[in-house]
């Protein structure tokens, strides 16, 4: 199984501020890798695929780039709506794995 | 619009079998390139992948719960049904339900994904 990491496991941040989760995988996955937002009793939200695709709907502030085994996942400025739980996952190959989550918290 | 809901039990006894419902709207499971997954999430844990289904009836599961699962779907119901034997309580957990777009092996991604249903595994 691919295993994936992420850093850091939470992150304690301001509106305004900008953002960066590093998501590793075990092995490389080329660019197989998709960013979720999950907010807690929400469903999971697609932000980005294949690395650096923006999902429809997703606003611009969220990027993401990378390649082989490790990515980044970018929010240019934080808003109060982004506080969540964000979790990086390989597509590259089954098991489909996803990484531990990062969650954003408010300072 | 697409959307996914899932049901079923939301307390399960150790030993017994869940069975869960993804009922959808918004897309069709004949369509190419197009599957349902299930995912779940152990309270303080991460995601962990079950189970795909595509639409052409290939089927996938995880390693380690694979003896355990069985996915089917039911077009004419827009329905996707998840049965996991032998419960025990190291299964509680929120489970999603999942559209996801890629071909047979493997996906690409998760687009739309219900809001998850709560299981406890409980004597």
């Known amino acids: 199984d691919i295993q994936m990491t992420q850093s850091p496991s939470s992150l304690s941040t301001s509106v305004g501020d900008r953002v960066t989760i590093t998501c590793r995988a075990s092995?490389?996955?080329?660019?197989?890798l998709n960013w979720y937002q999950h907010k807690p009793g929400r469903a999971p939200r697609l932000l980005i695929y294949?690395?650096?695709n923006l999902q429809y709907g997703v606003p611009s502030r969220f990027s993401g780039s990378g390649s082989g085994a490790e990515f980044t996942l970018t929010i240019s400025s934080l808003q109060p709506e982004d506080f969540a739980t964000y979790y990086c996952?390989?597509?590259?190959?089954?098991?489909?794995?996803f990484g531990p989550g990062t969650r954003l918290e408010i300072k | 619009q697409i959307t996914l809901k899932e049901s079923g039990p939301t307390l399960v006894t150790p030993s017994q079998t869940l069975t869960l419902t993804c009922t959808f709207s918004g897309f069709s499971l004949t369509t190419g390139a197009v599957g349902v997954g299930w995912i779940r999430q152990p309270p303080g844990k991460a995601l962990e992948w079950l189970s795909l289904?595509?639409?052409?009836?290939?089927?996938r599961y995880r390693p380690s719960l694979q003896s355990r699962l069985t996915i089917t779907k039911d077009t004419s119901k827009n329905q996707v049904v998840l049965t996991m034997t032998n419960m025990d309580p190291v299964d509680t957990a929120t489970y999603y339900c999942?559209?996801?777009?890629?071909?047979?092996?493997?996906?690409?991604?998760?687009?739309?994904w219900g809001q998850g249903t709560p299981v406890t595994v409980s004597s």
């Open positions: 092995q490389t996955i080329n660019r197989y």
């Open positions: 996952q390989q597509s590259i190959s089954l098991p489909i794995t």
């Open positions: 999942a559209r996801f777009i890629g071909l047979a092996g493997t996906i690409d991604y998760f687009d739309f």
């Open positions: 289904i595509y639409w052409d009836e290939d089927k």
């Open positions: 294949k690395t650096s």
